[in-house]
């Protein structure tokens, strides 16, 4: 009886441990997911000031930079700007 209980409390430990891990996962995700849509915001206002798509990549660089979910990992910025008659912009933040 003690050995089965035992390895019920084994079983739960690692099932909790598990579900930490999936739940920073989700957390560094959505702080991802934030720093991007700030840096777009940020490359979206150099846009609507009518500055280039070199300005409004430098501007969404700047903004997510210093946010933590691009600084604990080595995160890739990339920003994608068109400035035709429809002005766009989109930032995706990826690991390397």
């Given amino acids: 009886m003690a ?3 035992m390895a019920v409390v084994v079983l739960a430990a690692v ?21 991007a849509d700030a840096a777009a915001l940020a490359a979206a206002d150099m846009l609507a ?20 979910s691009t600084r604990t990992a080595a995160r890739r910025i990339e920003v994608r700007a068109r400035t035709a ?3 766009r912009a989109r930032a995706k933040i990826a690991p390397q």
Avoid: F, N, Q
């Fill in 3 to 5: 050995i089965v209980l």
């Fill in 15 to 35: 099932l909790a441990l598990g579900a930490a891990r999936l739940g920073g996962a989700v957390v560094a995700r959505a702080r991802a997911d934030a720093a």
């Fill in 49 to 68: 000031l009518g500055r280039g798509e070199r300005e409004s990549a430098v501007a969404a660089s700047e903004t997510a930079e210093p946010m933590p």
């Fill in 85 to 87: 008659s429809r002005k």
